[in-house]
């Protein structure tokens, strides 16, 4: 049924089927274009397969090549990214996103403007790993032995392996632009089903061998660097292609997942069977279900589908102790703690998940965005809880700061009529000049609604209302969109500041309501007092924004970078002021991660965010599900 | 550590900023166009000063006083409704209302008198372009020493002449007895504060609700007096808590990024309130503040007071001064509207930095010459036969103890384009109601004819608690070095370790008397060391200091600095021991030692008339106190003073060793306990 289902998908006659094209619209639009598949690189049947019913095997979006598709030393795909053309003028590059093929033209001008780069000074990265760079594996005879036995695909090839001795952090990125590479794994493996996995789990445990999973390579809390201390041979376990749905449930609303499977791939796979399971990470193009899992991973439409606390059903990991599983699918349970909360948030350090049960959802009838203008980023947070005391918060809504609204100005494409500037002049007009807007001062909130139509609608004006209460215009769908559509291309500008001495990432906490203002005020003086301190030639760019609410609290992300120009050490300057900036989240009553992870970059802060006691309870987990640090990446304890 | 870094780098290497005399302006053109210009202060991140009634209904309006009140409320059975209006009532009374035509009559009027009364008023304009910028920055704090009733009038108009946001300033409730005054005052930015409103709940959330709104929403500086009252020896006074803790409290929660406190020393040369002081601390009971009175002190119009330095310091980051001290996170977890009490590490934090804050005042004193030439005539007097010093060895003594002070870091203005003998010879004119001199000798005034040697005594007083305010204000200066030096003195041997308990001992029992560091021991002892090794006066090896041959004479003028107080604590040891009854209370305390002073005074066993002075009296019994050798009971006989007489002893023996009273020792005094235990009992 769910087979028929997603082929029948040229009759185009059924509700259903309506919606799903639409849904698969608006995916395609803020994401990416659809991509053919790359059909070459689909691994063996995994033996294992039995009676499970593969849902859709097609449109595997990972190779296990990556670097194929993917930039080695960059983000994303190799295809796309920012430049300055000969005239000058940014572009974007490639044809999967939106904004692809466009001119910026105001993005030169706020690069130059904000941190004062000159397209005349660049800083290049190095085109080509040379393999010398790289350290040769250190293998483990009898493990490579008997994994060749197993016919399960492997490879000690230097690209594969330094592609995933990575995650995203600055730190990392910026060292692989110089050329330069640490400790990296000395194997990769791709199982293909959880059998596999069990395998590889068993035989690493025997000839003693660590192993670091890895997913979507997207982390960003140093999660996947290897401990350089790591003298044992280093196997890194890529689950890309594990991405099968292996059942949708429709009774139920659930589906069984593999774990290794990718957002993108995850929502379009079920949006053809008129699913979704609105878990939309800023990272989802790339990462993956088990990645989730084991980094407690927040979606940004989490105000409707819940974060993946409240999505997973069921999970299956491979722990040297064996698997560890639930018996049933039932909704809630007492029985003693939820030993899904050992596996959430445990970072690779007890074991691979293999197998999720996920919630569904069937596919929003409607969609639409907003945005509102607020004359000050106080209002602007006043409203946003009001609206979560009202719990009425549209599937997401997050609220930028001034120097994220310049920013998303300046992203903007060229408009193509004299009518669309006309009347950009004419909107600008109202709110600054009628309005008393102070262009410095006022912020935007970003809206997405779901749901039916009328809700919708309804919803709509309530937020609207509340928002009216705190000073706030509506400003128009388009600048809602944009605001979303940037957050998967804010990624790709990194590396183009990077082209121009530019160096920056983001971080996150989660703190109650009544602190949000202190914590982004203060968080971004300290920065900016930090950068000033530590000698950063520039004034850098300490911008905030609050992306999730709750009931008691909001997620609040800061973006931070900076000129690096004239500064012998950017990195270690970089990191200093980044380590300065945690602190003084944690001074606000911030936490130490609300959805990055605690990784090795923040382990430090570990002990004081849970106490001795939690401490050991976690060791102690740790200790009698894997005695022997086989799931060796350090990260957390 | 926490004072050394703000300290005892190099102090000759400080780089003090130049003066303005502010005065020469008034002095060329009009006065009213002055007070009548256009005043456009930079403001803090462009908040414009709030309404009085607007700044009222924000603190009333708050969460944290909504909450004491509610708690009020329930503690006493009394209705919210009753208890709010309380609250509004605490608040009308205490609550400043800043209008610029006050502000404007008093620039027009304090010209006139400032012109009048002061040579110059000279500004250190770097400090106030620092403080312009920091006001712009973060919500600031000043605090300046205060030494007379003129310090905050004084601000406040310094801060309208530079065109600097005007301060609201914490004024103490007996200036409101002053019924015209007090208003006018309250219209030029002063609000008023009880002083002692110790457990009234509500009266403190007001109180420290109104000073935190200002500072939150940086409508203002907040400005208050550290030391919490007029220091009447120009010593400064052990810093208060209150309202620095309040202050800080704002950054400690994270309701701002940080807060800048900037320190300013004012320094007269001639103090208006020079003889009142010396009066009131001889127990001549001190004026009520009263309209009257003010105009009564009409007659000093036509004195010279010569000039005032005021010095704005640099500005000090709260958050700088909290860097790995405090654990901010310990208030994230309570919701910051319900008061807690401060934990033990913010108190000592808010302590530490009080006590660095009025250091940095301290540092900045500008110093006369004619406060070395007090110091010295002082010496000379206690010395012996009362001869006078010949003018021209009063000078040369005079031209080496300014390169002294000089060496260990004063903020001397000895003018180098005159000769020394017209230094010092315009320094004694100014201050001529102070010294006599008779056939080219200089001496310390004589009383007029008395009817009684105890008048006579006392008005001889007066003259020498006058004189010694002025040495007073070089004491830090030389505190820290005439401590080791008279550590030196007693210590039973060179050996390093025997002087450094001296020292400790010395320190620890003077630091009621002296702004001394808690915990700073070490620090005070290495800079100390550093001072006087410097300076050649003593040479420090791993295990011994020794007193160089050519140290003598430092050291000689380092002991004589401290050794007034020795002999005034020595002395309230001697009354406690002989004279202290099992009913003595507290209250009877002072006019019972004085009487013990005089008699001995009169019948010239003590040399210091200084030891007359009720601030001494009272700080050492806060360091008897303290030291556990005198309690006080608590029961039926509150108040009562129980004296540990071995105690006391003992205290006497190690403060006087080396050195005989004058009188005979009486009663039986517990002569052989050794060195050893005595430290262990004080250290």
Redesign the interface.
């Known amino acids: 049924m769910n087979a028929a289902m997603a082929s029948n998908s040229s009759g185009g006659g059924s509700d259903r089927q309506r919606i799903a094209q639409q849904r698969l619209r608006i995916i395609a639009g803020h994401l990416r274009r659809p991509v053919d598949v790359d059909s070459t690189i689909l691994a063996a049947e995994c033996k294992a397969q039995d009676s499970k019913t593969d849902v859709s095997s097609e449109g595997k979006t990972v190779p296990r090549r990556r670097q194929e598709i993917m930039k080695w030393n960059g983000w994303g795909y190799s295809d796309t990214k920012f430049l300055f053309n000969k005239k000058g003028q940014a572009e974007f590059t490639g044809k999967r996103y939106k904004l692809s093929g466009m001119i910026m033209p105001a993005l030169k001008d706020w690069l130059e403007d904000t941190f004062g780069t000159n397209l005349q000074h660049k800083s290049p990265a190095t085109p080509i790993l040379t393999s010398s760079a790289v350290q040769p594996p250190t293998l483990n005879e009898a493990f490579v032995e008997e994994l060749k036995s197993t016919g399960i695909p492997f490879s000690h090839d230097a690209e594969d392996r330094v592609f995933r001795a990575h995650g995203h952090c600055l730190h990392e990125i910026f060292a692989l632009r110089e050329g330069k590479v640490g400790r990296v794994p000395d194997l990769v493996v791709w199982p293909n089903c959880h059998n596999d996995v069990v395998r590889i789990v068993e035989l690493a445990c025997k000839h003693n061998v660590c192993l670091i999973p890895y997913g979507g390579g997207t982390s960003v809390s140093s999660g996947l660097e290897c401990p350089p201390e790591e003298t044992r041979s280093i196997v890194s376990l890529d689950t890309s292609q594990m991405s099968r749905i292996l059942w949708i449930d429709e009774k139920n609303l659930t589906a069984h997942m593999e774990a290794g499977i990718v957002g993108q791939d995850l929502e379009r796979l079920l949006n053809e069977s008129g699913y979704c399971t609105g878990h939309e990470p800023d990272s989802m193009e790339f990462s993956s279900l088990g990645g989730w899992v084991a980094t407690r991973a927040s979606g940004m439409k989490k105000n409707i589908y819940g974060n993946i606390e409240d999505l997973v059903i069921r999970v299956k990991m491979v722990t040297p102790q064996g698997v560890i599983e639930k018996s049933c699918l039932g909704p809630r349970m007492s029985t003693g703690p939820d030993i899904h909360h050992f596996i959430m948030g445990s970072e690779g350090t007890l074991g691979v998940v293999t197998e999720v049960t996920m919630k569904i959802r069937p596919m929003p009838e409607y969609q639409k965005y907003g945005s509102v203008v607020f004359p000050n980023f106080e209002q602007g947070v006043a409203c946003l809880r009001e609206v979560a005391k009202q719990r009425c918060a549209p599937a997401s809504i997050r609220l930028m700061d001034n120097e994220q609204f310049k920013f998303g100005h300046a992203l903007k494409p060229q408009v193509s009529s004299m009518f669309t500037s006309f009347l950009d002049g004419l909107k600008t007009f109202y709110i600054t000049k009628f309005k008393g807007f102070d262009p410095n001062c006022l912020c935007v909130a970003t809206l997405l609604f779901e749901g039916h139509r009328e809700k919708v609608l309804q919803h709509e004006k309530q937020v609207y209302d509340i928002a009216a209460q705190f000073g706030g215009l509506a400003a128009g769908e388009d600048n809602g969109q944009r605001g979303y559509m940037l957050t998967f291309v804010i990624a790709y500008l990194r590396d183009l500041g990077m082209d121009y001495y530019v160096i920056g990432e983001s971080f996150e906490t989660s703190v109650p309501w009544?602190?949000v203002l202190?914590?982004c005020?203060?968080v971004k003086?300290?920065i900016i007092q930090e950068c000033k301190d530590k000698g950063v030639q520039f004034q850098p760019l300490a911008s905030c924004r609050a992306t999730q609410t709750y009931d008691s609290g909001a997620c609040v992300y800061f973006y931070f970078a900076f000129n690096y120009r004239g500064l012998s050490d950017p990195v270690h300057v970089f990191e200093e002021v980044e380590h300065a900036a945690r602190e003084e989240i944690?001074?606000?009553?911030g936490s130490l991660s609300h959805h990055h992870g605690v990784g090795k970059l923040r382990k430090e802060w570990m002990r004081?965010a849970v106490s001795n006691v939690g401490m050991g309870m976690l060791k102690s987990v740790k200790d009698y599900v894997d005695p022997n640090n086989i799931f060796g990446n350090r990260n957390l304890l | 550590a926490a004072c050394r870094t703000l300290y005892f780098h190099n102090p000759m290497l400080k780089k003090r900023d130049d003066f303005e005399d502010v005065l020469e302006e008034r002095r060329n053109s009009s006065d009213l166009r002055y007070a009548l210009r256009c005043y456009t202060p930079v403001l803090y991140k462009g908040v414009p000063p709030c309404k009085s009634s607007m700044l009222k209904s924000m603190v009333l309006q708050s969460d944290q006083l909504h909450y004491v009140i509610s708690q009020v409320s329930k503690e006493t059975g009394r209705k919210t409704d009753e208890v709010q209006e309380e609250a509004s009532a605490i608040l009308d009374e205490m609550a400043h209302c800043q209008q610029l035509s006050t502000v404007r009559f008093f620039a027009f009027t304090l010209s006139k008198v400032f012109k009048s009364l002061f040579r110059s008023i000279c500004v250190n304009e770097e400090g106030i372009q620092r403080l312009q910028q920091a006001i712009q920055e973060h919500p600031v704090v000043l605090l300046p020493s205060h030494r007379s009733y003129m310090d905050f009038l004084l601000m406040s108009y310094l801060l309208y002449t530079y065109d600097l946001t005007l301060p609201v300033i914490a004024a103490g409730m007996d200036f409101m007895g002053m019924k015209f005054v007090g208003e006018m005052l309250r219209m030029s930015g002063a609000f008023f504060i009880r002083r002692s409103f110790g457990g009234d709940k509500l009266y403190w959330a007001v109180f420290s609700e109104y000073v935190k709104t200002m500072l939150k929403n940086g409508f203002a500086p907040v400005e208050f007096f550290l030391e919490g009252t007029r220091s009447r020896t120009s010593k400064s006074l052990t810093p208060k808590l209150g309202l620095l803790n309040i202050a800080m409290d704002p950054f400690l929660k994270g309701e701002v990024f940080d807060v800048s406190v900037v320190p300013v020393s004012i320094s007269y040369e001639r103090i208006l309130e020079e003889t009142l002081y010396a009066r009131e601390l001889l127990g001549i009971p001190k004026p009520k503040e009263s309209t009257s009175g003010l105009f009564k002190a009409r007659k000093v119009l036509s004195e010279d007071y010569g000039s005032i330095h005021v010095y704005f310091g640099q500005p000090v980051s709260v958050r700088s001064l909290a860097e790995g001290r405090v654990n901010r996170r310990q208030f994230n977890l309570v919701p910051r509207h319900i008061p807690g009490k401060p934990g033990e590490d913010i108190h000592s934090f808010v302590n530490d930095s009080a006590y660095k804050l009025v250091r940095a005042q301290e540092e900045n004193m500008v110093l006369k010459p004619w406060v070395l030439l007090a110091s010295l005539l002082l010496q000379n007097q206690a010395a012996g036969p009362k001869e006078g010093l010949p003018l021209d060895e009063l000078t040369a003594q005079a031209v080496w103890l300014r390169d002294l002070s000089r060496q260990y870091g004063a903020f001397l203005h000895w003018p180098d384009q005159m000769t020394p003998s017209e230094v010092v010879s315009s320094s004694l004119s100014l201050h001529r109601g102070l010294v006599r001199i008779c056939e080219g000798k200089v001496q310390l005034a004589d009383p007029h004819s008395a009817a009684t040697p105890e008048e006579k005594l006392l008005n001889q007083a007066v003259i020498v608690l006058s004189c010694a305010s002025y040495r007073n204000q070089a004491l830090h200066v030389f505190l820290r070095p005439a401590l080791l030096a008279s550590a030196i003195h007693t210590a039973s041997s060179t050996q390093k370790q025997e002087v450094f308990n001296s020292f400790s001992f010395l320190r620890n029992m003077f630091s009621n008397e002296f702004i001394l560091c808690p915990g700073a021991t070490v620090q005070d002892f290495e800079e100390a060391s550093y001072l006087l090794v410097k300076t050649g006066a003593v040479q420090v090896s791993q295990q011994e200091v020794v007193v160089t041959e050519g140290g003598h004479r430092t050291l000689a003028f380092l002991i004589a600095m401290l050794d007034p107080f020795l002999q005034g604590y020595q002395v309230v040891c001697r009354f406690l021991c002989e004279e202290a009854t099992e009913t003595l209370t507290e209250k009877q305390f002072i006019p019972a030692v004085r009487k013990f002073i005089i008699k001995h005074l009169l019948a010239g066993g003590l040399r210091y008339a200084e030891v007359l002075s009720s601030d001494l009296q009272k700080n050492s019994l806060a360091a008897f106190l303290r030291l556990g050798a005198v309690q006080k009971i608590k029961g039926v006989h509150q108040g009562t003073l129980k004296v540990n007489k071995v105690m006391v002893n003992s205290l006497e023996d190690t403060l006087g060793k080396k050195r005989a009273l004058c009188y005979a020792p009486g009663g039986n005094r517990l002569r052989f306990l050794s060195n050893k235990s005595q430290m262990c009992l004080f250290v």
């Open positions: 009544d602190r202190d914590i005020r203060n003086l300290r944690l001074a606000n009553g004081e």
